[in-house]
């Protein structure tokens, strides 16, 4: 069972306001993702990490930046949330030696009102 | 351009019956191919993984298959119930690229 978190799991918050989702995970997984899907739409990479001070941008543009300075926390942040901004995002981790199979976490419903 | 194509239209199918889902790429060379499960407002479940060099793959009621020259695998549900209903995804990579995902096709199993 994969051990990966996030939170929170549901957020509801204005326009204007910085927010952190964070993800963390046991497993000591070198990879990390951060995926936005909208409900009944496919999955979109928005940034990963190899390992601890590696980030890259995903295949869709976003706004939100991410960090890893830790192995085990892949946190997200917005620094100004807007309406465009309401999505479900999903944490994900492989372990690098495998085959890239991704352990996903319960994924974050944000609201941007 | 690189492309993965899974069924964007449900599939429908009785309780007992076989389910077949299909996944199709063109432009990749991929190693190996995997299956995801996705519940609504989840994240994605691991289900199975078939490499280049495997043809078939079976796990309990589940079987993979994989085509190197159609560029195709399909993903088989035997025996299929209500609780298997949700959406599936197929992924794929090669050596050290990270995994890309197709749009998913939703099964719906009927009591």
């Known amino acids: 069972e994969a051990d990966i978190y996030q939170t929170p799991r549901y957020l509801v918050i204005g326009t204007g306001k910085k927010i952190t989702l964070e993800c963390s995970q046991t497993m000591g997984h070198d990879k990390m993702y951060w995926y936005q899907q909208d409900p009944g739409m496919e999955l979109h990479l928005i940034h990963y990490s190899y390992g601890v001070n590696s980030t890259e941008k995903g295949d869709l543009s976003s706004e939100s930046t991410v960090s890893r300075i830790r192995t085990e926390h892949f946190p997200l942040t917005l620094e100004s949330a807007r309406p465009s901004h309401t999505s479900q995002y999903l944490c994900?981790?492989?372990?690098?030696?495998?085959?890239?199979?991704?352990?996903f976490g319960p994924g974050t419903r944000l609201t941007v009102l | 351009s690189q492309k993965i194509e899974q069924n964007s239209e449900a599939l429908n199918i009785q309780e007992g019956k076989t389910a077949t889902l299909t996944c199709n790429y063109t432009n990749y060379s991929p190693a190996y191919l995997q299956w995801y499960r996705q519940d609504p407002g989840r994240g994605p479940v691991f289900l199975l993984l078939i490499r280049e060099n495997e043809k078939e793959k079976r796990k309990e009621r589940l079987k993979v298959t994989f085509d190197t020259t159609l560029k195709q695998s399909l993903f088989h549900i035997t025996a299929s119930q209500p609780a298997d209903s949700a959406t599936y995804l197929c992924a794929l990579a090669r050596g050290f690229q990270k995994l890309v995902f197709g749009t998913g096709t939703r099964l719906l199993v009927s009591p």
């Open positions: 994900a981790s492989s372990d690098q030696r495998e085959t890239d199979t991704q352990y």
